[in-house]
């Protein structure tokens, strides 16, 4: 074979060569790339539901000494009940956070809403719209006890560091007066309405227990199941006192 054509054909194999390890490269990196693990987490569920009385209750009563207000202590509207707090219990790690205000006002000489339910990582607002003399005595067996006064109307922000179990909020001018708040280190709890309904959202996928906390009836527990991109029904029935 003539010196010329020997080294003009291995100068062609070697560029053929080198064409083939660029494709392979090229094929294996893109391999790689669909490959990679997405990281996406399993899509949330949804709890819904409604707590009611069985066998009825009695009218509410006057509160002693009030200018004609109502005891809030059990509130049923057509056998639901209001003023419950539905939590998970021993909920894990959180996926998000609540910031938005949670309002306690007082109108009237009167605790509005009557209970309330925030996580740590949200301000609780404290509110006067009367003109008058107040204060907001939060009872706390595991946060500092704390106390605020208010001669006229007005807001006050403050911030509950630590999980706890529903607790007393009276005020020593007006005896009459009272709330209840708890404190989750978690997003996932609600206050039922007027209707006994509640929604928690954005539940992950899980086993759970579902605690159902009202102010002068023993708590309820109930087992749920939440499934992704679905909303799961859990239902509680209180019997009256």
Same mark, same amino acid.
């Given at each position: 074979? %003539?010196?010329?054509?020997?080294?003009? $054909?291995?100068?062609?194999?070697?560029?053929? $060569?080198?064409? $083939?390890?660029?494709?392979?490269? +090229?094929?294996?990196?893109?391999?790689?790339?669909? /490959?990679?693990? !997405?990281? =996406?987490?399993?899509?949330?569920?949804?709890?819904?539901? +409604?707590?009611?009385?069985?066998?009825?209750?009695?009218?509410?009563?006057?509160?002693?000494?009030?200018? =004609?207000?109502?005891?809030?202590?059990?509130?049923?509207?057509?056998?639901?009940?209001? =003023?419950?707090? @539905?939590?998970?219990?021993?909920?894990?790690?959180?996926?998000?956070?609540?910031h938005d205000p @949670?309002?306690?006002?007082?109108?009237?000489?009167?605790?509005?809403?009557?209970?309330?339910?925030?996580?740590?990582?949200?301000?609780? +607002?404290?509110?006067?719209?009367?003109?008058?003399?107040?204060?907001?005595?939060?009872? $706390?067996? @595991?946060?500092?006890?704390?106390?605020?006064?208010?001669? *006229? %109307?007005? !807001? +006050?922000?403050?911030?509950?560091? *630590?999980?706890?179990?529903?607790?007393a909020i009276k005020?020593?001018?007006?005896?009459?007066?009272?709330?209840? &708040?708890? @404190?989750?280190?978690?997003?996932?709890?609600?206050?039922?309405?007027?209707?006994? !309904?509640?929604?928690? &959202?954005?539940?992950?996928?899980?086993?759970?227990?579902?605690?159902?906390?009202?102010?002068?009836?023993?708590?309820?527990?109930?087992?749920?199941?939440?499934?992704?991109?679905?909303?799961?029904?859990?239902?509680?029935?209180?019997? /009256?006192?």
């Open positions: 074979m %003539p010196r010329p054509f020997k080294i003009q $054909c291995l100068a062609t194999i070697a560029l053929l $060569c080198a064409a $083939c390890l660029t494709a392979c490269s +090229r094929s294996s990196t893109a391999d790689s790339t669909t /490959a990679a693990p !997405t990281g =996406n987490s399993a899509a949330a569920g949804s709890i819904v539901g +409604r707590v009611t009385l069985a066998g009825g209750a009695s009218l509410p009563q006057i509160l002693p000494g009030s200018p =004609n207000l109502f005891d809030e202590s059990l509130m049923v509207h057509s056998g639901n009940l209001k =003023n419950v707090i @539905v939590y998970l219990k021993d909920a894990p790690p959180s996926t998000f956070s609540k @949670v309002v306690l006002d007082q109108i009237h000489t009167q605790y509005v809403p009557h209970v309330i339910a925030l996580q740590t990582t949200q301000p609780l +607002r404290l509110k006067s719209s009367d003109n008058m003399l107040h204060n907001v005595h939060l009872q $706390c067996s @595991v946060n500092p006890d704390q106390n605020y006064g208010f001669s *006229k %109307p007005g !807001t +006050r922000d403050i911030t509950l560091d *630590k999980p706890e179990p529903p607790f005020c020593d001018v007006h005896p009459w007066m009272s709330a209840y &708040a708890a @404190v989750f280190s978690h997003p996932w709890f609600a206050v039922t309405d007027s209707d006994g !309904t509640f929604t928690i &959202a954005a539940v992950p996928p899980g086993h759970y227990t579902l605690v159902a906390w009202q102010e002068v009836l023993p708590p309820q527990e109930i087992s749920v199941d939440v499934t992704a991109d679905q909303s799961t029904t859990a239902n509680f029935t209180f019997a /009256a006192p």
